[in-house]
Each structure stands twice: as structure tokens, then as C-alpha cells.
């Protein structure tokens, strides 16, 4: 499966932002999935996950209760919405799919990252 991320900017402390990804393939359906992010510098982090049916959803402490996870299986996307902006989420952010690993929020478990969408928050 290829991965398209897109929907990033240049917003302010407070705003929202929609980020999508969109993929190819016929088993999307199939896969949990999950987005994280890396900042200049640092290494690349768990932002959030979702089952394959959308049942369940995961964040990092840092994202819970102002991003949300969500797809559509139909027309083979995920989303994440981001409200209440911070200039620590300033970063580039990926989408990727689950294929393995023992935990959601593990790297190593994921692949078919695709190229990432830059989301730049000012104070």
C-alpha cells in the first residue's frame, strides 16, 4: 500500500488543523493504523492509532484530548484532527500502516510511510 499525507500549515497556538492520508491498495481495510510525527532533531514519535474497523483508537499523553483519529474505510483514509495547537506540535507528521509489533505505539511495527506533511505552529 502507498501513502499520501497532506492537510499541514502554518497556524497559530490555538488553531486546528485536519490532516488526511489517504492510500492505494485494496486491503487498507485490513490494517490498523497509525500517525506519528518528528520534529527537527528529534527522533520520530507515536502520535496516534486506530484499529482496522475503527473500534479502537490510541494517543500519545501529549495529543489526548485535543487530537482525534478517524477513517474511512470506504474511501481509504485516515485522518487526524488537531484542535488546541500547541508550537511543541510543530513537526513533520507521517501516516503509516500496523503490521506487526507488540505495541501501537512502536515504530517498528509499522511501514508504508509515506512522505509526511509539515504542520508548523507559531506562539
Known amino acids: 500500500v502507498q501513502l499520501q499525507a497532506s492537510g499541514g500549515g502554518l497556524v497559530q497556538a490555538g488553531d486546528s488543523l485536519r490532516l488526511s492520508c489517504a492510500a492505494s491498495?485494496?486491503?487498507?481495510?485490513?490494517?490498523?493504523m497509525g500517525w506519528f510525527r518528528q520534529a527537527p532533531g528529534k527522533e520520530r514519535e507515536f502520535v496516534a492509532a486506530i484499529s482496522w474497523n475503527g473500534g479502537s483508537t490510541y494517543y500519545a499523553d501529549s495529543v489526548k484530548g485535543r487530537f482525534t483519529i478517524s477513517r474511512d474505510n470506504a474511501k481509504k483514509t485516515v485522518n487526524l484532527q488537531m484542535n488546541s495547537l500547541k508550537p511543541e506540535d510543530t513537526a513533520t507528521y507521517y501516516c503509516?500502516?500496523?503490521?506487526?509489533?507488540?505495541?501501537?505505539?512502536?515504530?517498528?511495527?509499522?511501514?508504508?510511510w509515506g512522505q509526511g506533511t509539515q504542520v508548523t505552529v507559531s506562539s
Open positions: 503509516a500502516r500496523r503490521v506487526g509489533g507488540t505495541t501501537y505505539y512502536d515504530l517498528i511495527g509499522y511501514d508504508s
Open positions: 491498495g485494496r486491503t487498507f481495510s485490513s490494517y490498523n
